[in-house]
């Protein structure tokens, strides 16, 4: 199959799993790139939990049929090579031989065990570019240290910054740093194949989620550093509202309904005289709020006087209201709302639907962007275990099928 896309140049032999790697991956597979997941035909795929975890299309369950994981990887190649064989390992290198990148996201040292650390693959590759992605990274005290998202965006003070005054630190819950792991490295592969377009020189990128959390704090701990203030806990108000830039009201207030919500900010004094305009009750003529200094004074009662407003009328409409006035205000909402029903994010193709080779056709995210020449195209679902042995290691090895036939009564593929 021929590839078309700005990064079609490229091939990358792929290690990753989880969010933090395969999230990085997607967005380069989605802009064309070859890339080609490494997995263990023995393990059937299982050190990725994704690959069983829900959600579920129907009732099949197993390593090919969890939601998250044909999210994570759709439009790459899959796999199967029994790295504990001989044979396994020479094919791993012949891959890496016609490979640009080389990524993973396993603790610090896995792939050295293998027998596939940076110097060799340097050695089969002189201007391999490999980048490994880690809770924190391959140097420091901490470099053997086990993570997952959450244990991450503790240490990164994101924890204790969340939840409300004077109650436990909430967290965030889903692996948010994940994602931002995989932006990041993601970033680190393009700008390592620009510096290898400009010299020639391959290089390894070690990359830390620990680091990459860390550096959503910057303002916190510049804060706490020149003016010695905490990060909202405690004492703090709740994390829905503006410290900096100063706005209020700005946050999430009950509508009329059953769990209906909706968010509000006003960020000057001209949006609040929308606000209060749209709103037209007496309590918007309080003194207390006439200019943003009482306000911010006074949130907790002009958070109530909101909340009373909203409470009796229906998200959707009175966000529109809003918005009319020019006013920053939506409907929070649901699964279904946002992915079915919300005419923007159907418009700009949020949800585009793959097809599958076991669950049929799917849906799953697009990307945030668009590109007038050059645009993502996410159209195959992602592979089940060791899906294109036999394509890969024809089409790129040239191995003939009596050959990979051999293999798999070997237990290599």
């Given at each position: 199959?021929?590839?078309?896309?700005?990064?079609?140049?490229?091939?990358?032999?792929?290690?990753?799993?989880?969010?933090?790697?395969?999230?990085?991956?997607?967005?380069?597979?989605?802009?064309?790139?070859?890339?080609?997941?490494?997995?263990?035909?023995?393990r059937q795929g299982s050190w990725d939990i994704l690959r069983s975890m829900p959600p579920y299309v129907d009732e099949r369950r197993g390593v090919d049929f969890g939601g998250g994981f044909n999210n994570h990887n759709v439009e790459k190649r899959g796999i199967a090579l029994n790295l504990r064989t001989a044979k396994g390992k020479e094919l791993l290198a012949e891959i890496v031989k016609r490979s640009d990148v080389v990524s993973e996201n396993f603790a610090?040292?896995?792939?050295?065990?293998?027998?596939?650390?940076?110097?060799?693959?340097?050695?089969l590759r002189p201007d391999v570019i490999y980048v490994s992605n880690c809770g924190f990274g391959h140097t420091g005290p901490y470099r053997s240290f086990k993570t997952w998202g959450p244990i991450v965006q503790a240490l990164c003070g994101l924890t204790w910054s969340s939840g409300l005054p004077d109650q436990p630190p909430a967290g965030w819950g889903y692996s948010y740093m994940d994602h931002t792991g995989g932006y990041a490295m993601a970033i680190a592969i393009l700008l390592a194949l620009v510096h290898r377009e400009r010299t020639g020189e391959g290089q390894w990128v070690d990359l830390s989620c620990a680091a990459a959390g860390l550096t959503l704090t910057g303002p916190a701990i510049l804060d706490y550093s020149v003016n010695g203030r905490p990060s909202r806990r405690p004492g703090q108000?709740?994390?829905?509202?503006?410290?900096?830039?100063?706005?209020?009201?700005?946050?999430?207030?009950?509508?009329?309904?059953?769990?209906?919500?909706?968010?509000?900010?006003?960020?000057?004094?001209?949006?609040?005289?929308?606000?209060?305009?749209?709103?037209?009750?007496?309590?918007?003529?309080?003194?207390?709020?006439?200019?943003?200094?009482?306000?911010?004074?006074?949130?907790?009662?002009?958070?109530?006087?909101?909340?009373?407003?909203?409470?009796?009328?229906?998200?959707?409409?009175?966000?529109?209201?809003?918005?009319?006035?020019?006013?920053?205000?939506?409907?929070?909402?649901?699964?279904?709302?946002?992915?079915?029903?919300?005419?923007?994010?159907?418009?700009?193709?949020?949800?585009?639907?793959?097809?599958?080779?076991?669950?049929?056709?799917?849906?799953?995210d697009g990307m945030p962007v668009h590109f007038s020449k050059t645009d993502w195209k996410i159209e195959r679902g992602a592979p089940c275990v060791g899906e294109h042995t036999d394509e890969v290691l024809r089409g790129l090895l040239g191995l003939p099928d009596a050959e990979l036939a051999r293999l798999r009564e070997e237990g290599v593929t």
């Open positions: 199959m021929r590839r078309t896309g700005a990064l079609a140049r490229y091939r990358i032999c792929d290690f990753t799993g989880q969010l933090a790697g395969a999230g990085a991956t997607r967005w380069l597979a989605a802009f064309g790139a070859d890339v080609i997941r490494i997995e263990d035909p023995v610090a040292g896995v792939m050295e065990r293998l027998g596939f650390g940076y110097e060799r693959l340097r050695e108000p709740n994390s829905n509202r503006s410290d900096w830039p100063p706005m209020a009201p700005h946050g999430i207030y009950r509508a009329l309904g059953e769990d209906d919500w909706i968010a509000i900010a006003c960020r000057d004094e001209r949006d609040w005289r929308a606000f209060a305009a749209v709103v037209d009750e007496p309590w918007t003529a309080d003194p207390r709020f006439a200019e943003l200094a009482g306000r911010l004074a006074h949130q907790d009662e002009l958070d109530r006087a909101v909340s009373a407003w909203t409470r009796e009328r229906e998200r959707f409409a009175t966000a529109a209201a809003l918005q009319a006035e020019g006013v920053p205000a939506t409907a929070v909402q649901r699964p279904n709302e946002r992915i079915d029903e919300d005419p923007n994010t159907r418009a700009w193709g949020l949800w585009p639907t793959v097809t599958h080779s076991k669950m049929g056709r799917v849906r799953v």
